[in-house]
């Protein structure tokens, strides 16, 4: 058992000081005041003039790597395990990208078993950005319904020259068979759509909401902070029911091609009257950054950052004076309700005990703990895995 003392709780909502209480892997409770006497196996952890917050959720990462669209040299690593846990992530779903033959779903899959044995909440997408959709069983929705680790599809690349080009009428196909897969299997059964900077922009998601069954909200957009024209377009998506994504990962270079910082887009969402529970952000950690000229070739690529999600967190309260309930909650309650994670991105009685502690002031990650274990208790101590997982 481990009981936090006097810590300002963010559940995300500010509920003031109070202390939590952590049994096993849930919370048990949360009250002003929990006195219980001191018995073998109870670790009373002082949190005074801390922030305790939920544990981040990442909703994009390519935790076995990506990129490669400059050859072979320029694909990513995999995802450190300390990379997650520095920027206080404890829960995060994995996706491939471009590559699915060098990058396989099974790679990805044991990937997220190696994370998950450590002791942070994985959970993957099937597919990548291609139509047809490659899968592990043979059907998206045996590969959700049997695979307890895959909870949806993607990214499925729409508006870019790495897409397949799929119509409303394939996209609207798959966003079915994802659905099914998690109605039957009690998951969030989303399409993670990968955005990218072509001159359709979004439409294929209207059109499939227009000419199809399948509402808005069974897609999961990324990359909406790509251009000011993709995040306009964005911000009359999420009025209309569906959710976006903003992608804190980037360049001085890319920022300098138009895309707009993901607290700066936060910002200007929720000052265009977007409703912060249809907004959240992701690291999309491990990707490429590449940087193509006219012609489609590519001239610069980095690595994405885990880290940057929490940076992105601090910036949109630090500089853009979000609210740090609101700032919060798009790296947390958001993205779990979305992606179907009931148990993640709050702190409440019965939730999961995944915990960050922060500084009040500089809002730095001090402490991370997953289904009640301590992963990081100051940047230096970071629990120990094998060959660098």
């Known amino acids: ?16 000081i109070k202390d939590v209480l952590v049994s096993g892997s849930r919370i048990v409770a949360i009250d002003d005041n929990i006195d219980i006497k001191a018995t073998h196996g109870l670790e009373v952890v002082d949190c005074t003039g801390k ?24 694909r990513t690593p995999q995802m450190p395990f300390a990379d997650a846990v520095k920027g206080g992530v404890t829960s995060l779903i994995g996706v491939l990208g471009t590559d699915a033959i060098t990058r396989s779903l099974e790679d990805l899959l044991a990937k997220a078993k190696a994370l998950k044995s450590n002791g942070l909440s994985v959970y993957c997408h099937t597919g990548n950005y291609h139509y047809p959709v490659v899968t592990i069983t043979g059907s998206v929705e045996k590969d959700i319904m049997l695979i307890d680790e895959f909870i949806g599809v993607g990214e499925i690349a729409i508006a870019d020259h790495r897409g397949s080009q799929l119509s409303w009428q394939e996209l609207a196909r798959i966003a079915a068979q994802a659905r099914v897969g998690g109605m039957l299997a009690g998951k969030g059964g989303k399409v993670s759509i990968h955005v990218g900077d072509g001159k359709d922009g979004l439409n294929i998601l209207h059109q499939v909401a227009k000419y199809s069954d399948i509402a808005l909200a069974q897609f999961y957009p990324t990359h909406i902070n790509r251009t000011e024209s993709v995040l306009k377009q964005g911000f009359a998506l999420a009025k209309a029911g569906g959710f976006i994504d ?7 270079q890319i920022l300098a091609d138009g895309e707009v910082a993901a607290p700066l887009a936060l910002k200007q969402a929720l000052d265009h009257g977007v409703a ?19 012609q489609g070739k590519l001239i610069d690529l980095q690595i994405g950052q ?20 609101s700032a919060l909650k798009t790296i947390t309650l958001n993205p779990a309700r979305i992606l179907g994670l009931a148990h993640k991105g709050q702190l409440a009685k019965g939730c999961d005990a995944d915990i960050a502690i922060l500084d009040c002031k500089t809002l730095a990650v001090e402490q991370v703990y997953a289904m009640g274990q301590c992963l990081m208790n100051g940047e230096d101590d970071i629990k120990p895995t094998y060959f660098n997982v």
Do not use: R
């Open 1 to 16: 058992m481990k009981l936090f003392k006097q810590a300002h709780v963010l559940t995300p909502e500010s509920i003031g």
């Open 246 to 252: 903003f992608t804190t990962s980037t360049t001085e």
């Open 51 to 74: 922030y305790l917050v939920p544990g981040f959720v990442d909703s994009l990462v390519h935790i076995s790597g990506g990129g490669g669209e400059g050859g072979f040299t320029t």
């Open 276 to 294: 912060v529970g249809q907004i959240t952000m992701s690291s999309d950690g491990n990707a490429s950054l590449p940087v193509f000229d006219k």
């Open 306 to 325: 885990v880290t940057s999600l929490h940076q992105a967190f601090v910036d949109a309260v630090k500089e853009h004076d979000v609210e740090i309930s």
